[in-house]
């Protein structure tokens, strides 16, 4: 008699009602899980709906294209206006580079106290000698922000040392102190500047120049402006108190003599009043009021050219003008002022060769430091950096390079990022769609209709089909989205209200034929029809996503709007998903604790089992061993026999 196989059978028995409990924590873990992976869907279409209407939404973005790229380029922030500009580069910002002549490579630095300046930033640090290259190390290590220094290996014997400031503009001129001054000597980086290299004028008192005033100031002897050399001066604008015009009286009419009268006894008549016709003079007009700050001209050898505005701010600032835009020669300058109610005052003029570092010019200037110089609606600007962002409000124009051909920036919408964000909104509308069907309908054809899914989605996918067939949550939710995307938003004054006409629908494609797909809710995209929607009418489009009817700054209608606040309840903390993944939570608890129960009193009875039965394997066993003794008692052999 096998016990041991009769309690396993009667334990199977005694299991039924575990695996029973066993298969629903399963069945409640897979649509937990669903319940999971449903939120996690709804999610993504919330905020796909909040990207279209929201503070970052892509309406608002604004792109900027240059239509020469190698020249400059352009970005745009939300702040940008759409419209179109023409820039011309003139030239770009630089910085101080210069080379030395080829040195000995075994040439050492003398030690001392090394002086960087870069502007108005100055910085030192004590060299105990050494070699050239051991010499750059120290410079990139201690004075980075000022300069840096390179060594480049021209032969198998020399070497050239180039040092290049840290900074970009005309005011970040490198300059040398110290022992750094006699270094630059000794590698020959910076050499005595040529005789007659630069002119000045104005340098003790500013010229004034009142309204309608006119100057002309010559230099002591005329001065040859080579190629590379800079005219500078320091200009302001003085705005003047406008006094009110009167108009001068009306001119009085000839005075004409008693016209006389004649007495005859007694009666005295008097002779007709002499008058003239005078003609009716119209008062003067009042004087134009001019705003032109067009001052200044260069002379020299019989020739004129007139040069650019003054600033036209209260206080004095530089203006620097290119020897391409110069006389070769000049002897002077004429002073015009054409301003009825402004003061012009000048001050500091030089031409000189910008690469001067006192007293000494670059041998080989690789770079010089100079602004940035860009021709804009007709007025020439300057800016000591190529990032220039403070020209066009919420644009960021970068120079590559110079070019005398002036160069289109566009600010235009981000369509792209527009149409990107609507096929988000929509692929993840249909995902959730598809995702509900399928969890409430139990025909396999929703799952082979698919044909993007991989093996093992298609795996998941079909173990869920139909788990919540009947569960009304899922299809009220699948009818109130679905009519969300039908509706149509705003007034009748509107160009675009429904999203079919930016060609989004169950039957964008158009055509005749049968498709199931457009039975079960899902949305397609006619990218041509968004593609004109987008470039025809962009605020338009915009709108039909979300807008404030209210003017209280809160986006209150819109697909976008609408399907965003229809799903947040929910996907919220709290919301409906949350209580019943959390209620199946509190399912799987209780009936995993069920669990436990039944298989405590079942290795309690499996025990009792054991015990029971192997009691009454031992009974047998001790009823055989006696039946077998009975048998063998003397004489009991004998009596069967007989």
Known sequence: MDTAKMVDDLMEIERIPVRRLERDVEKFEIQRRTWQDLGRNLTDLRDASRTLYGIDNPFRNRLGRSSDPAILTVSASRLSQEGSEEITVLQTAGRDRFASPPVDRDFRVQAGVYTFTLGETTRSFRYGGGTLQDFVEQVNRRVPDVVRGTIVPDTSTTRRLILEGQGEGAAAQLSFGDAARDLVEETGLLSPPRPDQSVSALETEPLRLEPGEEHSLRLERPFSIEPGMVLQFEARTEELPREPWEPPPSPPGPELPSPGSVTLEGVTVQDEVFGLDLPRVAPPEPPEHVEDNRAMTITGAGRRTELPALPERDRFETVTVGADRLLPETDGFLFANRNTDRALEI??????????????????????????????????????????????????????????????????????????????????????????????????????????????????????????????????????????????????????????????????????????????????????????ALESNFAAVGRLFGRDTTGDLIMDTGVAVAMERFITPYVRTGGIIAGRSSGLDTRIGQTETRIDRYNERLETTEQRLRREFGRMEGALEQMEEQTRAFDNLPGINSRQSR
């Open 347 to 532: 001050r500091n003029i030089r031409i000189m060769d910008p690469d001067a570092r006192e007293g000494a010019v670059p041998t080989n200037a690789i770079e010089t430091a100079r602004d940035a110089r860009i021709l804009y609606s007709g007025i020439e600007i300057t800016r000591p950096t190529n990032a220039i962002d403070d020209l066009i409000p919420g644009v960021t124009i970068n120079l590559r390079r110079a070019s005398p051909e002036p160069v289109r920036i566009d600010i235009e919408p981000d369509r792209e990022g527009a149409k990107d964000a609507i096929i988000n909104f929509a692929g993840f509308y249909n995902q959730a769609v598809r995702d509900i069907n399928i969890y409430t309908r139990t025909d396999r054809s929703l799952i082979d209709q698919i044909d993007y899914f991989t093996p093992e989605e298609r795996e998941r996918m079909e173990s869920r089909l139909g788990l919540f067939q009947g569960e009304t949550t899922l299809n009220q939710l699948r009818s109130r989205m679905q009519t969300i995307m039908m509706d149509s938003y705003g007034s009748a004054e509107d160009e675009m209200r429904l999203l079919g006409q930016i060609g989004i629908s169950s039957n964008a494609a158009g055509g005749g034929s049968l498709d199931m797909s457009r039975m079960r809710g899902y949305m397609e995209i006619n990218e041509a029809t968004l593609d004109r």
